[in-house]
């Protein structure tokens, strides 16, 4: 149970983080990443757009931590 557990924490956690990291790279990358753009969920969202780079960083530091505890996971 704590293998399928931690499998889909770390799923989780790496979409959270390409999610933040397209996005950001959306933002910053002053339109050299097209792709990212469509990728990106956050984009998409019209209330986000004026905090867009603090919502994509959020993110990414959000992938981080669940990436973290699921690697915390142990079996019995």
Sequence with gaps: MARIARLACSAAG??????GAAGLAGELGAGVWRWAERISVLGRLPWLTDYAV?????????????LVAAARIRGR
């Excluded at 790496?14 to 999610?19: F, G």
């Excluded at 603090?54 to 669940?66: D, E, M």
Aim: aromatic share 6%.
């Design 14 to 19: 790496l979409v959270l983080c390409l999610q």
């Design 54 to 66: 603090f919502a994509n960083a959020s993110l990414l530091i959000a992938g981080a931590a669940v």
